[in-house]
Every structure is written in structure tokens, then in C-alpha cells.
């Protein structure tokens, strides 16, 4: 079965500094995705950053980066210039290839509170 | 925009009672998802569905069903509701692609 592990209950960080958010993860499969979600506080889940597991490049989405180590099945996040509005709770969360059928499902790690310090 | 609506932000429901959880999504997407969330369990996925009248259990199952009559609908059901159910409900949708895309969420409480 995959497993998603994040280590990090809670986090914090000044504004305008770089954080990281580590994850990682347990699966047989060769061919999957995986994502970095964010939910502020009482507000909806959103996609913040996702890497293909056959794209050895990592993501990135304006602050947002990942470092993808696929051998070591590890996927951190890392968030540069942190803003207020960053705070929120972050999960990472993984899905394998194909997206049909049975297989389907996304995993989630229990994810990582980020606080955001004037 | 991807539109997933879930039918109630708050729920407050009492024990023994039949309580069903409306989802909607509106780009005619094949898979659909209903996830529990709890803190520091993360989110844990309870039934999910790949296409109409289809269904696949999750790692939760126990004390809940679903139901998918037509594609842009799944339902979460919960025959007779007990305090231990008592979380955030979390549906979300799916084309055959990558990006799985939410609904606000319904906290249910069961008193």
C-alpha cells in the first residue's frame, strides 16, 4: 500500500524568509504524480504545485519549488519570500498512473501547519 | 472554473440518524471522492467512484455508504450516525487526468 509521511506537525517562519516542508513517501509503482496542497483556515483545498514522478526537472510555480529525490522517494517543499497569506496547512499527497479504475485514489500525509511571523 | 459544491458547510446531526452528504461537480468529471478529515490524521479517503453506479471502497469504509446514480452527483451516506463521525467531510472530482479539485467541505456534528 503507499504511504505518505509528513514528519512536520507544525512550522513556522518569518516573513520573507524560505521555508521547507518535507514528505516522503512509499510505493512499488514507477509511473505517479505527486502534490503539495494548501488549506488556509476554514477556506477551500487548493493545488499548489504537482511533479510527475518521470520528470527528473523539478517544479516550480513562482515561490513555490519542489525537490523531487525519487530514489530516496522523498518530495519537500520549499516556499520562498513566505508571506501572511502562506499560512495555512499543507499537505502532500501522491497518485498513481493511470488516473482510472480502481487505482485512483490520491493519498494523503497528515500534513504540516505553516505559521507566518511579522 | 472547476465547481464542486458540497450541499451544507455545517451539519449537526444526532446520534442514530440517517445523514446524507450531497456533492456536485460541474465539468463532467469521471471520478469523484469523499475524504474525512481529522487533525493529525490528515485527510483519509472513505468511498470514491471512476464512473456512474461504480464505486471502490477506500481505507474507511465502515459505517458509511455511497451513492452515484449520475456523473456529476456522489453521495455520502451515513445509515445511522454515531459521535465517532463527528469531522470534516471533503468531496472532491477528478477527470482522467492529474488534478483532483474540492469542495469547500461539510463539518458534520454528531451529538
Known amino acids: 500500500a503507499q504511504t505518505v509521511t509528513q514528519s512536520q506537525p507544525e512550522m513556522s517562519v518569518q516573513e520573507a524568509e524560505t521555508v521547507t516542508l518535507s514528505c516522503t513517501y512509499d510505493?512499488?509503482?514507477?509511473?505517479?504524480?505527486l502534490f503539495w496542497y494548501k488549506q488556509p483556515p476554514s477556506r477551500q483545498m487548493i493545488l499548489v504545485i504537482r511533479q510527475e514522478a518521470y520528470k527528473q526537472q523539478n517544479a516550480t510555480e513562482n515561490r513555490f519549488s519542489v525537490n523531487f529525490q525519487k530514489a530516496a522517494k522523498s518530495f519537500s517543499l520549499k516556499i520562498s519570500d513566505s508571506q501572511l497569506g502562506d499560512a495555512a496547512m499543507y499537505f502532500c499527497a501522491y497518485r498513481i498512473v493511470p488516473f482510472t479504475g480502481g487505482g485512483n485514489k490520491l493519498t494523503f500525509g497528515t500534513g504540516t501547519q505553516l505559521k507566518v511571523e511579522l | 472554473d472547476v465547481k464542486v459544491t458540497q450541499s451544507s458547510r455545517y451539519l449537526v446531526k444526532r446520534t442514530g440518524e440517517k445523514v446524507f452528504l450531497e456533492c456536485v461537480q460541474d465539468m463532467d468529471h469521471e471520478n469523484m471522492f469523499w475524504y474525512r478529515q481529522d487533525p493529525g490524521l490528515g485527510l483519509r479517503l472513505i468511498y470514491f467512484?471512476?464512473?456512474?453506479?461504480?464505486?471502490e471502497k477506500g481505507d474507511i469504509p465502515e459505517g458509511y455508504s455511497v451513492s452515484r446514480e449520475k456523473k456529476e452527483r456522489f453521495s455520502l451516506i451515513l445509515e445511522s450516525a454515531s459521535t465517532n463521525q463527528t469531522s470534516m467531510y471533503l468531496c472532491a472530482s477528478s477527470r482522467r487526468h492529474p488534478g483532483v479539485y474540492f469542495g469547500p467541505g461539510t463539518r458534520l456534528t454528531v451529538t
Open positions: 467512484s471512476y464512473d456512474v453506479k461504480m464505486k
Open positions: 510505493t512499488s509503482e514507477s509511473d505517479y504524480y
